[in-house]
Structure formats: structure tokens, C-alpha cells
């Protein structure tokens, strides 16, 4: 059974920092890039940072560009981002997700952590 086991998140005021992690079990993690989304209330998904299967090309949304940073560790089958000068309008739920990388397709996703940023 594919898991992916997302931590990290909470509140923080504006400025601060926050690192969300999200460990898979049960797949091949070198056969998936792994994805980091977000939706706010009231908004659709949408794609925050993109990291290939090995790990040297992250994309970015150009929202975060600058602010945000993603990795993964292959040993620990774990995908982390790093958030920093976290802003109000960061406020979402974060998603991580796993991309088949022979069908594109977004096969498993992480339940979901609340990251709040006050003003």
C-alpha cells in the first residue's frame, strides 16, 4: 500500500519559517518526481515546487520563487520544502504528490498539512 506521510506545517507570523516534509513508502521513489501543491479556501490546487526524480531540477511557481525550497532524500524516501519569509497570502492547505514519470500522472498524494501565516 503507497502512503505518503506528510509533516510540519502550523501557524506562524509573517516573515517566519515553516518545513513540511512528506515521506513515501510502498513505491520505487527514483520513478516518481515529486510535486508540492497548495489550495487555499475558496481557490483551486495549485503547483508550488516540482522536483525530479533525481533531485538536481526543481521548478518553482513564480510566487515562491526566491522563498521556498525544495529537496529530496533518497535514503529516507522524503521530500521536504522550506518555507521562508512566509507571507499572509501562503495561507493554505499544503499537498505533497507523486508524479509516475512514465504516465505524468499524479498516482498518490499526501493528505494534506494546514500552514497558516499571520499578518
Known amino acids: 500500500q503507497v502512503q505518503l506521510i506528510q509533516s510540519g506545517g502550523g501557524l506562524v507570523q509573517a516573515g517566519g519559517s515553516l518545513r513540511l516534509s512528506c515521506t513515501a513508502s510502498?513505491?520505487?521513489?527514483?520513478?516518481?518526481?515529486m510535486a508540492w501543491f497548495r489550495q487555499a479556501p475558496g481557490e483551486e490546487r495549485e503547483p508550488v515546487a516540482a522536483i525530479n526524480p533525481g533531485g538536481g531540477f526543481i521548478a518553482y511557481a513564480d510566487s515562491v520563487k526566491g522563498r521556498f525550497t525544495g529537496s529530496r532524500d533518497h535514503l529516507k524516501k522524503t521530500v521536504y520544502l522550506q518555507m521562508n519569509n512566509l507571507k499572509p497570502e501562503d495561507t493554505a492547505v499544503y499537498y505533497c504528490a507523486a508524479q509516475n514519470i512514465a504516465t505524468y500522472n499524479y498516482d498518490y498524494w499526501g493528505l494534506g498539512t494546514q500552514v497558516t501565516v499571520s499578518s
Open positions: 510502498g513505491l520505487t521513489f527514483t520513478n516518481y518526481a
